[in-house]
C-alpha cells in the first residue's frame, strides 16, 4: 500500500487578526493599565512577545480579572503565548477566557489552534466544531473541520463537510482532499473525477498530480500513473516521491532500465522504501 499523507487543509492564523478581531471594546479606564496594554501591543507588532507578555501579565494581576474589559489582555496574551510557541498557557488563557465569552469563536480558534500544536486531535475538533456552530457554518472552518475528521478515518462525513465547502469556495486543495476522501471510501472514479478537477481548477497545483498517480498506482494503472508523475516532476524535478512512484509505474511496465534509475535516484535521496523495489526489480538490471 502505498501511503500519501492527508494534505493540510487550514494555515496558521495571522497574529494581526487574531488581535483585531477581539470583540471587546475600550481599554481599561486606569490610565497606567491602558499604558501598559498600548505598550504591549506595540511589543507584539514587533513580534516581541516575551516582552508582550510581561506587560500583558502587568495588567491582568493589577486589574484582577474584575471588569469584562480587563480580559481583553488575557485574550492578547494567549495570542502572544501562541505566537512564541507556548502552546499550554496559551490554553490556560483561553480556558479562563471562554467561560467567560462563550460566544466569541475566536477564542475557540486560538484554542484549537494550539490544540492542533500540540497534536490533541480530538480537542481540536471539539472546539473547531464550537466554532463551526457560533459562525452558522464558515466555509473556512468547515473545510478545518474536515480536514481533522479525514485525520480520524472518519471520510463520509469529511466528504460530505467538502462538498458543502465546495459550493462556496472550490479550489484545488478542496478537491484534492476530496479525492483523498472519495478514494478512502472506495471510490476510485470519483477520485480521479475530483483530481482532475483540481488540475483543471491550476493546472500548477503540483499535489493533485502526485495524488493521481498514487491513486493510479494503487489501482494498477500505471500508463495514467505516469502520465501524472511525468507533469509531477516537471514542475517539480526534485520531488523525490514522484520519482519513487515514477520509478515503480515504470518496473511494473517492464520497462527496468527507467524505472531502476528512477527508484536509485529516489532512495539515493533518503526514499528508503524505494530499496525494496530495488532489490525486487533491480539487481542485476543495466542502468
Do not use: H
Not at 42 to 54: H, N, P, Q, V, Y
Not at 223 to 242: G, H, Q
Not at 245 to 254: D, F, M, P, S
Amino acid at each position: 500500500m502505498i501511503e500519501i499523507g492527508v494534505c493540510q487543509m487550514y494555515r496558521r492564523v495571522s497574529l494581526i487578526l487574531f488581535v483585531s478581531a477581539i470583540t471587546l471594546t475600550g481599554f481599561s479606564q486606569n490610565p497606567k493599565w491602558a499604558a501598559w496594554e498600548t505598550q504591549a501591543d506595540t511589543l507584539m507588532s514587533r513580534e516581541d512577545f516575551k516582552g508582550a507578555i510581561k506587560l500583558y501579565t502587568k495588567v491582568i494581576s493589577a486589574s484582577k480579572l474584575k471588569e469584562k474589559t480587563s480580559y481583553r489582555p488575557l485574550y492578547k496574551r494567549a495570542v502572544a503565548y501562541y505566537s512564541s510557541g507556548d502552546f499550554n498557557n496559551a490554553i490556560a488563557d483561553m480556558n479562563r477566557f471562554i467561560p467567560e465569552f462563550p460566544e466569541n469563536y475566536q477564542a475557540r480558534i486560538l484554542r484549537a489552534l494550539s490544540y492542533r500544536e500540540l497534536d490533541d486531535l480530538d480537542s481540536q475538533l471539539t472546539d473547531v466544531e464550537k466554532a463551526l456552530e457560533l459562525t452558522g457554518g464558515e466555509p473556512q472552518i468547515l473545510k478545518w473541520r474536515a480536514g481533522l475528521l479525514m485525520e480520524k478515518n472518519e471520510y463520509q462525513q469529511a466528504k460530505e463537510d467538502l462538498l458543502i465547502v465546495k459550493q462556496f469556495q472550490d479550489d484545488p486543495e478542496v478537491e484534492m482532499n476530496l479525492a483523498f476522501a472519495y478514494y478512502s471510501l472506495e471510490k476510485p472514479d470519483s477520485a480521479l473525477m475530483a483530481i482532475n478537477k483540481s488540475i483543471e481548477l491550476d493546472a500548477t497545483f503540483a499535489p493533485a498530480y502526485l495524488y493521481g498517480g498514487s491513486f493510479s498506482l494503487e489501482e494498477e494503472n500505471y500508463e495514467l500513473a505516469l502520465k501524472y508523475l511525468d507533469i509531477a516532476l516537471r514542475l517539480d524535478p526534485e520531488n523525490v516521491t514522484a520519482q519513487f512512484y515514477k520509478g515503480i509505474a515504470l518496473v511494473e511496465l517492464k520497462k527496468e532500465a527507467e524505472g531502476c534509475r528512477c527508484l536509485t535516484k529516489a532512495f539515493m535521496a533518503g526514499q528508503d522504501d524505494a530499496g525494496d523495489y530495488l532489490k525486487q526489480y533491480c539487481y542485476g538490471v543495466e542502468k
